[in-house]
Every structure is written in C-alpha cells, then in structure tokens.
C-alpha cells in the first residue's frame, strides 16, 4: 500500500492574504453632444427626466454643450453609464460613453 | 399662453390643443419612427442607430435592444393617445421623446450636423423641421 500524502493543510495562516488594496477603475463619462436641430428646451427638460438634477445644473450643463459641442453630463460605473447613454438616446439625444482619460 | 399648442392644466393634464392638420402631422412623425426602427431600408434607421461606446467595435447587444424596445415602446404608446384631447406626464414624456428622435432622424438623413448645413438645406427640409420644433418647444414648457 502506497503512502497518500496528507490532504489537509496544517495551518492555513500562509494562505491568508494580508494585502487588502484595492484597484479602481478610471470611471466612464456619459458625454452628450451638440446638434443643430434640439431646442435648448428640451435638453433641459430631458436631463431633468432622466438625471433628477436641478433646473440650474440642467441648464448649465446644456449651456455647455451648446458652446462647447460636448458635456459630460454624468460620470460612474460603465453599465450605469451605458444605461444612462441609452436613455438619452431613446430620448433622441446625441449621447455616447468614454472611459476618463 | 394663446397660440401654445400644448397647456399644462390645473389638474395635472396636459391639454393637446393641435387642430386637425396639427394631429395629423403628429400623427405622420409617429408612424414614420415606428417604421424607421423596424425596417433597415427607411432612411432615418440609420439614426437610429448610433453607437454607445464608439471606442469598442460592438456595443452591447443588450443595451442596443433596449433602446429598440424603448423607442419602438414611446412611439407606439404616442400614436395610440394621438387623438386624446388630454395626455398624463407619461404620454407626454413619450410624445417630446418621438418627436425629438424624428427631429434628429430627420436631420441625420439629410446631412445636416451644422447650424451652416441647417440653414442651407432644402425649404420642404427646414419646414418639416421648424414645424416639429414648433411641437417641440411647447410640449416642452409643460413637463
């Protein structure tokens, strides 16, 4: 009979991770764009809809887009971004996401 | 207020004060964006589909058909409360949406991405532009 060597591990204190660092991630932007046809209005009225933010943030944020072509209009987790980029789409805005630079 | 072509009212609703010719113009934006996400051959599909995340080669197929799905949803609640003399927030919501992606579908499929290109483009282009502006703006100042 052959001698199976021992299945157990005598002590598991060295398989005990002591590194406890996190790794976070760069977050990703929902990024709308300017066009030459919405009302100032309504992009108002959908990033109120679609973010819960105050009518002075809203504005500001389509003042920005409307001068500066493009505003990132929220910033976090990629599959929350995404879904945020598909409700201003459907919404028929011109929305895309990016990963921060 | 006179002359808006939608009110907010003192008990929530919004009123559609759009005539005849007003509805079945509605009517006509409606039906075109329902066609336009189910056939590859209208002209605005293409603005329909835009893309989530241009960094990668696909977007998540998941993310593309719930925006099909959304669209298709708004349009088809839209062009069922088009006759309703009174619309809730929701049929509302879903009438400003349609009528904002056939704004920018209908600006996508004739080129135009400038203020320079808008003013230039064709009279029966910028007419059919101006007018679903027109129901932009007011249905906007009630929501």
């Not at chain 1, 030459?36 to 209005?41: A, D, S």
């Not at chain 1, 001068?67 to 201003?88: D, F, I, N, P």
Request: proline share 4%.
């Amino acid at each position: 009979m052959s001698l199976v060597p021992p299945l157990r591990l005598a002590s598991t204190d060295s398989k005990v991770q002591s590194d406890v660092s996190v790794i976070t991630e760069r977050p990703w932007n929902v990024v709308v764009w300017n066009d030459p046809v919405t009302p100032m209005t309504v992009v108002v009225v959908v990033f109120r809809k679609i973010f819960g933010y105050s009518n002075n943030k809203c504005t500001h944020l389509m003042l920005t887009v409307h001068h500066e072509g493009r505003a990132t209009v929220w910033s976090g987790q990629r599959e929350r971004a995404e879904s945020y980029c598909v409700k201003l789409q459907v919404a028929g805005l011109q929305a895309t996401v990016e990963q921060d630079t | 207020m006179a002359g808006r072509l939608f009110a907010r009212r003192r008990d929530g609703r919004i009123e559609v004060r759009l005539n005849d010719a007003g509805r079945s113009a509605v009517r006509e934006v409606f039906v075109h964006v329902v066609a336009a996400e189910r056939s590859d051959d209208h002209e605005w599909h293409v603005a329909l589909q835009t893309p989530i995340n241009p960094s990668s080669d696909d977007d998540d197929p998941l993310s593309t058909l719930a925006r099909q799905n959304e669209i298709a949803t708004n349009a088809e609640l839209a062009i069922m409360t088009v006759s309703e003399q009174y619309l809730n927030d929701a049929e509302a919501w879903a009438w400003l949406s349609t009528l904002q992606v056939a704004l920018r579908s209908t600006a996508v499929a004739n080129g135009i991405l400038s203020d320079e290109r808008l003013e230039s483009c064709p009279p029966e282009v910028l007419a059919d532009i101006r007018t679903i502006q027109q129901f932009l703006f007011d249905l906007a100042a009630c929501l």
